[in-house]
């Protein structure tokens, strides 16, 4: 049997609220108190970009999120928990953290606005411009290939 973690339960059910808790003050109170601090404020920034990928294009929600998690874990039991409980995010980080992966909803979702956004951005203002064009495309195709290796959930 694996030892809890906070996103681990030896039963095979997602942990309780009080375990995420106590799993994340383990992990932070080891930590100096600039340490927590820069760790807090590295994960508040990948929330903040995390948001602003909800609606621009090519930028990934997910793994920001996912780092944010991580980077809470270290720092701050309180944004953990904040972040886990967030009736949207909670499910999906629980979900990845505790290796069941995504939904195949959650995948069709993501690669449809990526490839919208994208085809816009490289039909509209960056028609005419060959650099950006490739860059945007380069990362739109490595952003893709994250998403498809992702395992996919069985619901």
Known sequence: MAPTEPDRHPHGTPPSEAERVAAAERLAGSRSGLSRALW???GLAFVAVGAVGVIVPGLP???????AAACFARSSPRLYAWLLRNPTFGPLIEDFRAGRGVSLRVKLTALSMMAGFVTFALLVPLRERLAPSIAVAALALIGAGYILRLPTRRP
């Open 40 to 42: 807090a404020l590295l």
């Open 61 to 67: 929600t997910t793994p920001l999120l996912l780092l």
